[in-house]
Protein backbone atom coordinates (compact mmCIF):
# COMPACT_ATOMS: atom_id res chain seq x y z
CA UNK A 1 0.00 0.00 0.00
CA UNK A 2 1.47 3.65 -0.86
CA UNK A 3 2.45 5.83 2.22
CA UNK A 4 -0.59 8.40 3.30
CA UNK A 5 1.82 11.06 2.58
CA UNK A 6 1.72 10.43 -1.37
CA UNK A 7 -1.86 10.48 -1.31
CA UNK A 8 -2.31 13.94 -0.26
CA UNK A 9 -1.76 16.83 2.35
CA UNK A 10 -2.75 15.88 5.70
CA UNK A 11 -5.35 18.03 6.31
CA UNK A 12 -7.14 16.71 3.65
CA UNK A 13 -6.14 13.08 4.33
CA UNK A 14 -7.53 13.18 7.20
CA UNK A 15 -10.92 14.23 6.26
CA UNK A 16 -13.89 13.48 8.82
CA UNK A 17 -14.08 9.32 7.70
CA UNK A 18 -10.44 9.01 8.04
CA UNK A 19 -10.42 10.93 10.99
CA UNK A 20 -12.72 8.20 12.68
CA UNK A 21 -11.61 5.32 11.15
CA UNK A 22 -7.84 6.25 12.45
CA UNK A 23 -8.92 7.16 15.78
CA UNK A 24 -11.10 4.45 16.79
CA UNK A 25 -9.09 1.16 14.64
CA UNK A 26 -7.79 0.07 18.48
CA UNK A 27 -4.97 -1.31 16.64
CA UNK A 28 -3.28 2.14 15.76
CA UNK A 29 -5.03 2.84 19.62
CA UNK A 30 -2.17 0.41 20.93
CA UNK A 31 0.69 1.45 18.55
CA UNK A 32 0.30 5.64 19.22
CA UNK A 33 -0.18 4.51 23.30
CA UNK A 34 2.91 2.56 23.06
CA UNK A 35 5.06 4.96 20.62
CA UNK A 36 4.06 7.80 23.01
CA UNK A 37 5.36 6.15 26.20
CA UNK A 38 8.12 5.52 24.66
CA UNK A 39 9.04 8.85 23.53
CA UNK A 40 8.21 10.25 27.09
CA UNK A 41 10.59 7.66 28.33
CA UNK A 42 13.33 9.24 25.68
CA UNK A 43 12.10 12.54 26.90
CA UNK A 44 13.22 12.05 30.17
CA UNK A 45 11.84 14.28 32.03
CA UNK A 46 12.62 14.77 35.81
CA UNK A 47 10.35 12.63 37.96
CA UNK A 48 7.42 14.07 39.68
CA UNK A 49 7.81 17.83 38.45
CA UNK A 50 4.49 18.79 36.29
CA UNK A 51 5.79 20.13 33.61
CA UNK A 52 4.26 21.81 30.01
CA UNK A 53 4.50 19.50 27.25
CA UNK A 54 4.03 20.15 23.13
CA UNK A 55 2.20 17.68 21.24
CA UNK A 56 3.22 18.20 17.63
CA UNK A 57 0.73 16.54 14.91
CA UNK A 58 -1.66 15.95 18.17
CA UNK A 59 -4.08 14.81 15.83
CA UNK A 60 -7.71 13.04 17.67
CA UNK A 61 -5.20 13.59 20.98
CA UNK A 62 -4.85 9.86 21.15
CA UNK A 63 -1.09 11.14 22.36
CA UNK A 64 -2.29 13.20 24.23
CA UNK A 65 -4.80 10.94 26.47
CA UNK A 66 -1.28 9.54 27.69
CA UNK A 67 -0.42 12.71 28.66
CA UNK A 68 -3.32 13.76 30.32
CA UNK A 69 -2.86 10.02 32.19
CA UNK A 70 0.70 11.24 33.17
CA UNK A 71 -0.50 14.61 34.62
CA UNK A 72 1.12 16.89 32.09
CA UNK A 73 -0.45 19.93 30.62
CA UNK A 74 0.17 20.01 27.55
CA UNK A 75 -0.71 21.70 24.31
CA UNK A 76 -1.61 20.11 20.80
CA UNK A 77 -1.07 21.35 17.30
CA UNK A 78 -2.40 20.01 14.12
CA UNK A 79 -3.49 20.84 10.60
CA UNK A 80 -6.51 18.64 9.67
CA UNK A 81 -9.55 20.59 11.66
CA UNK A 82 -11.18 16.88 11.38
CA UNK A 83 -8.82 15.30 13.67
CA UNK A 84 -9.11 17.76 15.96
CA UNK A 85 -12.89 17.78 16.13
CA UNK A 86 -12.76 14.28 17.04
CA UNK A 87 -10.24 15.51 19.61
CA UNK A 88 -12.72 17.63 20.95
CA UNK A 89 -15.13 14.74 20.96
CA UNK A 90 -13.30 12.85 23.18
CA UNK A 91 -12.94 16.00 25.79
CA UNK A 92 -9.17 16.02 25.69
CA UNK A 93 -7.42 18.12 28.16
CA UNK A 94 -4.84 20.07 26.42
CA UNK A 95 -5.58 23.04 24.19
CA UNK A 96 -5.89 22.43 20.74
CA UNK A 97 -4.60 24.69 17.90
CA UNK A 98 -5.42 24.59 14.19
CA UNK A 99 -1.85 24.87 12.84
CA UNK A 100 1.02 24.43 9.84
CA UNK A 101 3.87 23.12 11.89
CA UNK A 102 5.70 24.08 8.34
CA UNK A 103 4.54 27.76 8.66
CA UNK A 104 6.65 27.86 12.05
CA UNK A 105 5.56 28.21 15.54
CA UNK A 106 4.33 31.17 17.37
CA UNK A 107 5.18 30.50 20.67
CA UNK A 108 6.88 32.58 23.14
CA UNK A 109 10.69 31.65 23.81
CA UNK A 110 11.45 29.07 26.76
CA UNK A 111 7.61 28.32 26.69
CA UNK A 112 7.46 24.59 26.84
CA UNK A 113 9.75 21.61 28.62
CA UNK A 114 9.85 19.36 26.13
CA UNK A 115 8.17 18.09 22.66
CA UNK A 116 6.71 14.86 21.29
CA UNK A 117 5.59 13.98 17.73
CA UNK A 118 4.14 10.69 16.70
CA UNK A 119 3.97 10.20 13.37
CA UNK A 120 4.21 13.76 11.87
CA UNK A 121 8.02 14.60 10.44
CA UNK A 122 7.33 12.80 7.22
CA UNK A 123 4.30 14.88 6.46
CA UNK A 124 6.18 17.87 5.92
CA UNK A 125 8.78 16.37 3.68
CA UNK A 126 6.43 16.43 1.11
CA UNK A 127 5.54 19.59 -1.13
CA UNK A 128 2.35 20.21 -1.96
CA UNK A 129 3.27 23.17 -4.39
CA UNK A 130 6.26 24.52 -5.91
CA UNK A 131 6.42 27.80 -4.02
CA UNK A 132 9.74 28.28 -2.73
CA UNK A 133 8.49 28.78 1.07
CA UNK A 134 6.81 25.49 0.82
CA UNK A 135 9.95 23.79 0.18
CA UNK A 136 10.37 20.16 2.74
CA UNK A 137 13.62 22.44 3.43
CA UNK A 138 12.45 25.84 4.39
CA UNK A 139 9.55 24.63 6.16
CA UNK A 140 11.81 21.82 8.44
CA UNK A 141 14.11 24.74 8.87
CA UNK A 142 11.10 27.26 9.72
CA UNK A 143 9.74 24.47 11.92
CA UNK A 144 12.97 23.59 13.54
CA UNK A 145 14.24 26.90 14.34
CA UNK A 146 10.96 27.76 15.88
CA UNK A 147 10.73 24.89 17.84
CA UNK A 148 14.20 25.67 19.22
CA UNK A 149 13.19 29.20 20.33
CA UNK A 150 9.97 27.68 22.04
CA UNK A 151 11.44 25.03 24.71
CA UNK A 152 13.58 26.04 27.19
CA UNK A 153 16.98 25.29 27.71
CA UNK A 154 17.07 21.77 28.79
CA UNK A 155 14.13 20.64 27.11
CA UNK A 156 14.18 17.93 24.51
CA UNK A 157 11.93 16.65 21.72
CA UNK A 158 11.54 13.58 20.56
CA UNK A 159 10.08 12.94 17.40
CA UNK A 160 8.78 9.54 16.77
CA UNK A 161 8.29 9.52 12.38
CA UNK A 162 8.28 7.23 9.35
CA UNK A 163 11.09 7.96 6.98
CA UNK A 164 11.10 7.07 3.42
CA UNK A 165 14.87 6.82 3.15
CA UNK A 166 18.29 7.18 4.41
CA UNK A 167 18.06 10.95 2.60
CA UNK A 168 15.14 11.68 3.99
CA UNK A 169 17.02 10.76 7.50
CA UNK A 170 19.81 12.95 6.93
CA UNK A 171 17.91 16.22 5.77
CA UNK A 172 16.11 15.86 8.95
CA UNK A 173 18.92 15.22 11.23
CA UNK A 174 21.19 17.98 9.18
CA UNK A 175 18.50 20.58 9.19
CA UNK A 176 18.03 20.33 12.95
CA UNK A 177 21.74 20.65 13.58
CA UNK A 178 21.68 23.92 11.95
CA UNK A 179 18.89 24.93 13.51
CA UNK A 180 20.63 24.74 16.93
CA UNK A 181 19.77 21.62 18.27
CA UNK A 182 21.70 18.76 19.42
CA UNK A 183 20.83 15.18 19.47
CA UNK A 184 20.33 11.88 16.52
CA UNK A 185 18.25 9.24 15.54
CA UNK A 186 17.59 6.49 17.95
CA UNK A 187 16.10 3.48 16.26
CA UNK A 188 14.67 0.75 18.10
CA UNK A 189 14.47 -2.85 17.14
CA UNK A 190 16.73 -2.18 14.32
CA UNK A 191 16.28 -5.74 12.93
CA UNK A 192 12.80 -6.26 13.35
CA UNK A 193 11.18 -4.81 9.56
CA UNK A 194 7.96 -4.90 11.30
CA UNK A 195 8.43 -3.33 14.83
CA UNK A 196 11.41 -0.65 13.75
CA UNK A 197 10.78 2.36 14.86
CA UNK A 198 12.79 5.69 14.21
CA UNK A 199 12.75 8.38 16.63
CA UNK A 200 14.32 11.25 16.35
CA UNK A 201 16.21 13.09 19.93
CA UNK A 202 16.35 16.76 19.86
CA UNK A 203 18.11 18.51 23.22
CA UNK A 204 17.56 22.01 22.89
CA UNK A 205 20.56 23.21 25.87
CA UNK A 206 23.02 20.44 25.10
CA UNK A 207 22.35 19.22 28.99
CA UNK A 208 23.58 20.04 32.05
CA UNK A 209 27.26 21.48 31.89
CA UNK A 210 29.18 20.98 34.94
CA UNK A 211 31.80 22.77 35.94
CA UNK A 212 32.16 24.57 33.15
CA UNK A 213 33.22 21.94 30.91
CA UNK A 214 30.36 21.32 28.65
CA UNK A 215 29.27 17.73 28.33
CA UNK A 216 28.99 15.74 25.07
CA UNK A 217 25.06 14.87 25.20
CA UNK A 218 24.41 11.02 24.98
CA UNK A 219 21.99 9.80 22.82
CA UNK A 220 19.68 7.37 24.10
CA UNK A 221 20.23 3.79 23.21
CA UNK A 222 17.35 2.10 20.85
CA UNK A 223 15.40 -0.92 21.95
CA UNK A 224 17.00 -4.11 20.16
CA UNK A 225 14.25 -6.66 21.61
CA UNK A 226 16.66 -9.38 22.94
CA UNK A 227 17.48 -7.82 26.01
CA UNK A 228 16.66 -9.95 28.67
CA UNK A 229 15.55 -7.58 31.20
CA UNK A 230 12.74 -5.69 28.61
CA UNK A 231 9.63 -6.95 29.54
CA UNK A 232 7.35 -3.82 27.08
CA UNK A 233 5.12 -5.83 25.19
CA UNK A 234 5.05 -4.38 21.11
CA UNK A 235 1.93 -4.24 20.34
CA UNK A 236 0.62 -7.25 18.60
CA UNK A 237 1.06 -7.84 14.74
CA UNK A 238 -2.03 -8.80 12.52
CA UNK A 239 -1.45 -12.58 11.05
CA UNK A 240 -5.09 -12.61 8.90
CA UNK A 241 -2.81 -12.28 5.72
CA UNK A 242 -0.15 -14.39 6.37
CA UNK A 243 -1.89 -16.91 8.16
CA UNK A 244 -1.70 -20.67 6.05
CA UNK A 245 -4.93 -23.00 6.05
CA UNK A 246 -3.24 -26.18 8.10
CA UNK A 247 -2.23 -23.93 11.23
CA UNK A 248 -4.98 -21.81 11.54
CA UNK A 249 -7.25 -24.72 11.53
CA UNK A 250 -4.88 -26.10 14.92
CA UNK A 251 -4.56 -23.25 16.26
CA UNK A 252 -8.76 -22.24 16.37
CA UNK A 253 -8.92 -25.47 17.99
CA UNK A 254 -5.97 -25.67 20.75
CA UNK A 255 -7.83 -22.08 21.92
CA UNK A 256 -10.66 -22.86 24.04
CA UNK A 257 -13.24 -20.11 23.61
CA UNK A 258 -16.80 -20.26 24.39
CA UNK A 259 -20.06 -19.03 23.54
CA UNK A 260 -19.76 -16.27 26.55
CA UNK A 261 -16.29 -15.47 26.19
CA UNK A 262 -17.21 -14.78 22.40
CA UNK A 263 -19.79 -12.71 23.47
CA UNK A 264 -17.88 -10.81 26.06
CA UNK A 265 -14.57 -10.41 23.78
CA UNK A 266 -17.15 -8.65 21.03
CA UNK A 267 -18.86 -6.46 23.71
CA UNK A 268 -15.65 -5.29 24.67
CA UNK A 269 -14.69 -4.74 21.17
CA UNK A 270 -17.68 -2.95 20.40
CA UNK A 271 -16.99 -0.07 23.38
CA UNK A 272 -13.16 0.07 22.55
CA UNK A 273 -14.56 1.15 19.02
CA UNK A 274 -16.87 4.02 20.66
CA UNK A 275 -19.82 2.00 19.80
CA UNK A 276 -23.14 3.12 22.22
CA UNK A 277 -25.49 0.95 22.99
CA UNK A 278 -23.87 -1.63 23.76
CA UNK A 279 -25.91 -3.89 26.20
CA UNK A 280 -23.79 -4.03 29.82
CA UNK A 281 -22.25 -7.65 30.90
CA UNK A 282 -24.22 -9.51 33.89
CA UNK A 283 -24.35 -13.10 35.32
CA UNK A 284 -27.31 -13.58 32.37
CA UNK A 285 -24.54 -12.80 29.65
CA UNK A 286 -24.45 -15.68 27.11
CA UNK A 287 -26.58 -17.63 29.31
CA UNK A 288 -29.42 -19.74 27.26
CA UNK A 289 -33.15 -19.46 28.26
CA UNK A 290 -34.83 -22.02 30.08
CA UNK A 291 -36.78 -24.56 27.93
CA UNK A 292 -40.34 -23.32 29.77
CA UNK A 293 -39.46 -19.52 28.30
CA UNK B 1 -10.31 25.54 24.27
CA UNK B 2 -8.08 28.69 24.94
CA UNK B 3 -7.08 28.87 28.35
CA UNK B 4 -4.76 31.63 29.38
CA UNK B 5 -2.20 29.76 29.92
CA UNK B 6 -1.35 29.35 26.37
CA UNK B 7 -2.83 32.97 25.45
CA UNK B 8 0.46 33.83 27.87
CA UNK B 9 2.31 31.77 25.70
CA UNK B 10 1.42 32.97 21.86
CA UNK B 11 2.40 35.46 20.09
CA UNK B 12 1.62 36.46 16.06
CA UNK B 13 4.10 34.89 13.74
CA UNK B 14 3.29 36.17 10.57
CA UNK B 15 6.08 37.78 8.12
CA UNK B 16 7.67 40.34 9.38
CA UNK B 17 5.98 40.86 12.40
CA UNK B 18 8.60 40.34 15.23
CA UNK B 19 7.82 43.41 17.65
CA UNK B 20 4.88 44.40 19.67
CA UNK B 21 3.50 41.19 18.63
CA UNK B 22 2.84 40.16 21.92
CA UNK B 23 -0.10 39.60 23.57
CA UNK B 24 -2.68 39.25 21.09
CA UNK B 25 -5.76 41.27 21.90
CA UNK B 26 -8.95 38.87 22.63
CA UNK B 27 -12.29 40.38 20.13
CA UNK B 28 -16.45 39.27 20.51
CA UNK B 29 -15.37 36.42 22.34
CA UNK B 30 -17.39 34.00 24.56
CA UNK B 31 -15.89 32.47 27.61
CA UNK B 32 -16.65 29.28 29.54
CA UNK B 33 -15.65 27.76 32.95
CA UNK B 34 -14.60 24.60 33.08
CA UNK B 35 -13.36 22.80 36.38
CA UNK B 36 -9.72 21.95 36.32
CA UNK B 37 -7.67 20.16 38.67
CA UNK B 38 -6.12 22.21 41.10
CA UNK B 39 -2.27 21.30 41.21
CA UNK B 40 -0.19 24.36 42.90
CA UNK B 41 3.34 22.36 41.80
CA UNK B 42 2.24 23.60 38.48
CA UNK B 43 1.49 26.91 39.08
CA UNK B 44 4.55 27.56 41.09
CA UNK B 45 6.89 26.19 38.25
CA UNK B 46 4.79 28.07 35.19
CA UNK B 47 5.30 31.29 37.38
CA UNK B 48 8.75 32.38 36.54
CA UNK B 49 7.33 31.84 32.54
CA UNK B 50 4.28 34.35 32.91
CA UNK B 51 4.56 37.38 31.66
CA UNK B 52 2.66 39.29 34.36
CA UNK B 53 1.46 42.59 33.01
CA UNK B 54 0.15 40.80 29.49
CA UNK B 55 -1.64 37.78 32.09
CA UNK B 56 -3.50 40.81 34.40
CA UNK B 57 -4.19 43.07 31.56
CA UNK B 58 -6.02 40.17 29.34
CA UNK B 59 -7.76 38.70 32.86
CA UNK B 60 -9.10 42.45 33.35
CA UNK B 61 -10.18 42.76 29.77
CA UNK B 62 -12.16 39.36 30.28
CA UNK B 63 -13.61 40.21 33.38
CA UNK B 64 -11.87 38.36 35.99
CA UNK B 65 -10.26 40.97 38.66
CA UNK B 66 -8.83 38.83 40.88
CA UNK B 67 -5.04 39.28 40.27
CA UNK B 68 -3.09 41.83 41.88
CA UNK B 69 -1.29 44.20 39.55
CA UNK B 70 2.20 43.31 40.96
CA UNK B 71 3.43 39.42 40.72
CA UNK B 72 4.13 38.62 44.03
CA UNK B 73 8.07 37.45 45.33
CA UNK B 74 8.46 33.53 44.51
CA UNK B 75 8.41 32.23 47.59
CA UNK B 76 5.61 34.54 49.14
CA UNK B 77 2.39 33.31 46.87
CA UNK B 78 -0.42 33.08 49.40
CA UNK B 79 -3.01 29.74 48.60
CA UNK B 80 -5.81 32.40 48.05
CA UNK B 81 -3.50 34.03 45.69
CA UNK B 82 -2.68 30.66 43.84
CA UNK B 83 -6.45 29.51 43.27
CA UNK B 84 -7.22 32.73 41.49
CA UNK B 85 -4.15 32.24 39.55
CA UNK B 86 -5.27 28.42 38.52
CA UNK B 87 -8.72 29.74 37.89
CA UNK B 88 -7.37 32.52 35.53
CA UNK B 89 -4.96 30.40 33.86
CA UNK B 90 -6.32 27.02 33.54
CA UNK B 91 -10.29 27.12 34.29
CA UNK B 92 -11.53 30.22 31.40
CA UNK B 93 -11.64 28.83 28.15
CA UNK B 94 -12.45 31.16 25.47
CA UNK B 95 -14.86 29.01 23.13
CA UNK B 96 -15.88 31.44 20.44
CA UNK B 97 -14.23 34.72 19.00
CA UNK B 98 -10.80 36.34 17.60
CA UNK B 99 -7.59 36.90 18.52
CA UNK B 100 -5.73 40.01 16.81
CA UNK B 101 -2.25 40.72 16.88
CA UNK B 102 -1.85 44.32 18.17
CA UNK B 103 1.06 44.96 15.64
CA UNK B 104 0.20 43.67 12.22
CA UNK B 105 -3.35 43.43 12.64
CA UNK B 106 -3.53 40.03 11.81
CA UNK B 107 -7.12 38.39 13.07
CA UNK B 108 -6.39 34.65 14.13
CA UNK B 109 -10.15 33.18 14.66
CA UNK B 110 -11.29 30.87 17.46
CA UNK B 111 -14.24 28.49 16.19
CA UNK B 112 -15.29 25.76 18.63
CA UNK B 113 -12.10 26.78 21.08
CA UNK B 114 -9.79 25.72 18.19
CA UNK B 115 -7.80 28.94 17.17
CA UNK B 116 -6.98 29.22 13.11
CA UNK B 117 -3.19 29.54 13.23
CA UNK B 118 -2.91 29.16 9.85
CA UNK B 119 -1.03 31.79 7.54
CA UNK B 120 -1.62 32.74 3.97
CA UNK B 121 1.39 32.34 1.50
CA UNK B 122 2.04 36.04 1.74
CA UNK B 123 2.62 36.07 5.50
CA UNK B 124 4.97 32.89 5.63
CA UNK B 125 8.40 34.17 7.15
Known amino acids: MSRPEFQAPPEIYYGDTEAKKYTHNTRNQAI ?158 PNSQKAKKFFLCLFAGGGESSGGARRKVEIPKGLDGDGGEQEREPAAFEKRRTNGRGEKGKKRKGAKENHKDWILRKKELYRKRGKEDVPRDSKFTGRKRKSVF | ?63 DVSLPAECPEPGTETDEFLHALHHVLMEIHVEEGSMVCPNCQHVYRISNGIPNMLLAEHEIK
Not at chain 1, 165 to 176: E, K
Request: glycine residues 8%; hydrophobic residues 40%; charged residues 20%.
Open chain 1, 32 to 189: QAEMTDRALELLNLPEGQPALLLDIGCGSGLSGEILDEEGYTWVGLDIAPSMLEVALEREVEGDLFLHDIGQGLGFRPGSFDGAISISVLQWLCNADTTSPTSSPPARLTRFFTSLHAALTRSARAVFQFYPQSDDQVTLITSIAMRCGFEGGLVVDY
Open chain 2, 1 to 63: MVRLITHNLLACHAKGCTTNNFPLAFRDVQLENREAEYNPEFLKGFMPKIEWNALVSTARELG
